[in-house]
């Protein structure tokens, strides 16, 4: 080989390689091997053949989906890299077969869900799979399910490229639309120099004040700060549980009538709604419990005063690839940075019967307002970003496996498409991502599609028995919601029709 082309295969070497960041190797760390669930009902049949031939001409050309990892050394966690490969979709598209007229479908589906994630997948291929469940549902003809490793990206980023391969069905060669979060407009313009500065330096005091405190929190919540044993509270080693994955499909247009009759946003509602939800769900498991002479609580409320229940949110930290952006990558070859660029914060929840449902979206409103001004997610994605570089992945897993092991669950939400979609020709009806291999005996993810917002649960069965249940109390919390801005008169007739 002459030299230059030496340098030349050298170059292709390093190009075809990619060192693990420090996250994605946090979410291959042994007890906290993290993937991400998308299951995808489908308006028709899907055709195995078809999707394989869109799935080569698109997500196949992704970096992160056409390489493996692979580690170099005997040290833990160490020379972590992706390493471009030859894709064989047959290794990656499951069909099994089916019968049509299988009882339960839906339960069906639950535990053919439950059960893929028992394997984990192969680290000698691309560490995603897709599998076509050909059978009818009460909400769907078939079912899609893609797990991918959370090591790939964030779940932004992922959703967005899982996007980025459907159509809109009223016009096939069109990418999906997805509103795009607006920042409040100011009122202040007519205030004068002196007030606008003035409350700039009480809005900066308020950011360092809310900082510091939530630092000390998360410090804390490392050191010794747990939260309250409840019945939805998940034991030490509640990450190596099999879950349980279902969900419930309400009406955004319910929400979004809230968030205008409260001047709130979308993300309170569903905060608040999910609040009131637990609060239900909990009321019920508590009022099952026998106290110390062995009767059984009776009484409207059976919640213990002073509950600590608090959820992480992660938050990316890095401004995600759009879908037209994830479209032309795959297309063009184009470069865009992927991977995980994220931190965490601690949102407490107020677990207890409100007398007025709409309470609980108000104090939802609250906490979230007061968490905008905070730089927690900086903090913790800087801080552990340190002890990563100063003490590796296993230090650094160790202290967020057990800040997330003192707190009790974890939130989501993203948005979703505003018209219908298909999947290389499928029309979609529903989207229901989720997450699993936390620390976590619970989590609970929203997400849009049209005129509707789909709750997934990702259950530990063993802390939580009937999470069907839990599915029915957040749902009846919206309506609840719903009817007492109804009755104030907060929400106009005409609005509802």
Same mark, same amino acid.
């Given at each position: 080989m002459m !030299?230059?082309?030496?340098?030349?295969? +050298?170059?292709? $070497?390093?190009?075809? /390689? &990619?060192?693990?960041?420090?996250?994605?190797?946090?979410?291959?760390a042994p007890r906290f091997n993290v993937y991400i669930?998308?299951? !995808?009902?489908?308006?028709?049949?899907?055709?195995?053949?078809?999707?394989?031939?869109?799935?080569?001409q698109t997500l196949v050309k992704h970096p992160r989906f056409s390489s493996k990892m692979v580690v170099d050394g005997n040290k833990y966690c160490k020379n972590q890299k992706w390493t471009r490969t030859k894709v064989n979709l047959e290794d990656h598209i499951i069909v099994p077969e089916l019968d049509p007229n299988i009882d339960f479908p839906d339960r069906f589906v639950e535990d053919y869900v439950s059960n893929v994630t028992r394997t984990p997948l192969d680290l000698s291929k691309p560490l995603w799979e897709l599998h076509i469940l050909n059978i009818k549902t009460s909400d769907a003809e078939a079912v899609g399910v893609f797990r991918i490793h959370h090591s790939m990206g964030d779940g932004a980023?992922?959703?967005?490229?899982? =996007?980025?391969?459907?159509?809109?069905?009223?016009?096939? &060669?069109a990418l999906p639309s997805v509103p795009v979060r607006k920042r409040a407009g100011s009122t202040f313009n007519s205030w004068d120099g002196f007030w606008w500065f003035f409350l700039a330096i009480w809005l900066f005091l308020r950011l360092i004040w809310n900082t510091f405190v939530d630092v000390l929190l998360f410090v804390a919540t490392i050191l010794f700060l747990n939260d309250t044993k409840t019945p939805i509270k998940g034991a030490p080693g509640v990450e190596l549980n099999v879950k349980k994955f279902v969900h419930r499909t309400v009406s955004l247009d319910d929400i *979004?009538?809230?968030?205008?009759?409260?001047?709130?946003?979308?993300?309170?509602?569903?905060? #608040?709604?999910?609040?009131?939800? %637990?609060?239900?769900?909990?009321?019920?498991?508590? $009022? #099952? &419990? /026998?106290?110390?002479?062995?009767?059984?609580?009776?009484?409207?409320?059976?919640?213990?005063? #002073? @509950?600590?229940?608090?959820?992480?949110? =992660?938050?990316? %930290?890095?401004?995600?690839?759009?879908?037209?952006? !994830?479209?032309? !990558?795959?297309?063009? #070859? $184009?470069?865009?940075?992927?991977g995980n660029v994220i931190g965490y914060l601690f949102l407490p929840f107020t677990i207890a019967l409100q007398d007025d449902p709409l309470d609980y979206v108000r104090k939802a409103k609250a906490?979230?307002?007061?968490? *905008? %001004?905070?730089? &927690?997610?900086?903090? +913790? $994605? +800087?801080?552990?970003?340190?002890?990563?570089?100063?003490?590796?992945?296993?230090?650094? +897993?160790?202290?967020?496996?057990?800040a997330l092991s003192n707190i009790t669950m974890a939130i989501s939400g993203m948005i979703g498409p505003q018209e219908e979609i298909s999947f290389y020709g499928h029309p979609i009806a529903y989207l229901a991502p989720t997450v699993y291999g936390g620390p976590s005996s619970l989590v609970v993810h929203f997400q849009?599609?049209?005129?509707?917002?789909?709750?997934?649960?990702?259950?530990?069965?063993?802390?939580?028995?009937?999470?069907? /249940?839990?599915?029915?109390? @957040?749902? /009846?919390?919206? *309506?609840?919601?719903?009817d007492a801005a %109804?009755?104030?008169?907060? @929400?106009k007739l005409q609005d509802v029709v």
């Open positions: !030299m230059g082309d030496h340098v030349k295969a +050298t170059r292709n $070497s390093h190009h075809d /390689e &990619e060192p693990l960041s420090p996250a994605a190797r946090f979410f291959h669930i998308a299951i !995808m009902g489908c308006k028709t049949r899907i055709n195995p053949d078809v999707v394989k031939a869109g799935l080569e980023s992922l959703v967005s490229l899982l =996007l980025a391969c459907t159509r809109k069905t009223s016009d096939p &060669e *979004k009538l809230v968030k205008n009759a409260m001047n709130t946003t979308v993300n309170d509602v569903v905060v #608040g709604i999910t609040q009131a939800g %637990l609060s239900r769900y909990l009321n019920r498991r508590y $009022s #099952g &419990e /026998e106290q110390k002479d062995g009767r059984v609580k009776q009484s409207n409320s059976n919640i213990p005063k #002073g @509950i600590r229940l608090r959820t992480a949110i =992660l938050v990316n %930290l890095r401004k995600s690839a759009g879908i037209q952006d !994830m479209a032309d !990558m795959m297309a063009k #070859g $184009s470069k865009i940075r992927g906490i979230i307002d007061r968490k *905008k %001004l905070s730089l &927690e997610p900086i903090f +913790t $994605s +800087t801080s552990l970003g340190l002890v990563f570089r100063t003490f590796g992945t296993k230090v650094t +897993t160790a202290i967020m496996r057990r849009s599609y049209v005129n509707k917002m789909t709750i997934s649960l990702s259950a530990d069965p063993s802390v939580i028995p009937d999470p069907h /249940e839990l599915c029915n109390n @957040i749902e /009846e919390s919206l *309506k609840l919601v719903r %109804l009755n104030k008169g907060l @929400i």
